[in-house]
């Protein structure tokens, strides 16, 4: 069983940045996706970006253009940063885990471990 822990999450104002990590145990598989949803309160669960263990990144429409996101397979870590943040950004924000499979595309119900997230609140 995979663990995820994310950190970074708090509080800024409109305009700032923020920097999420996830750290996870070890993953067995040789092919794997892990990405960042977020899920404001009455929300679905949204992509924010994923990369996978090929290289591979994708992004959701919420903030592909304000954020970029990096695996470091030797440290276990994901990294998203996101710049520009509006009020609209904030939710809670998850790390999830997919196994054997690439980052073709990020549909919530295809990721099978969950961190337990990290509040993003931005004010105006």
């Known amino acids: 069983q995979v663990h995820l822990v994310e950190s970074g999450g708090g509080s800024v104002q409109a305009g700032g940045a923020l920097s999420l990590s996830c750290v996870h145990t070890?993953?067995?598989?040789?092919?794997?996706?892990i990405g960042w949803f977020r899920r404001a309160p009455g929300k679905e669960h949204e992509a924010v970006a994923s990369a996978d263990n090929y290289g591979g990144s994708r992004f959701g429409d919420s903030m592909e253009d304000r954020s970029t996101i990096s695996l470091d397979v030797a440290l276990n870590t994901l990294s998203l940063q996101m710049n520009s943040l509006k009020p609209d950004d904030s939710a809670t924000y998850y790390c999830?885990?997919?196994?054997?499979?690439?980052?073709?595309?990020?549909?919530?119900?295809?990721?099978?471990?969950w961190g337990q997230g990290t509040q993003v609140t931005v004010s105006s």
């Open positions: 999830a885990l997919r196994l054997d499979s690439l980052c073709y595309k990020m549909d919530p119900a295809d990721f099978g471990t």
């Open positions: 070890r993953i067995r598989s040789t092919m794997y996706c």
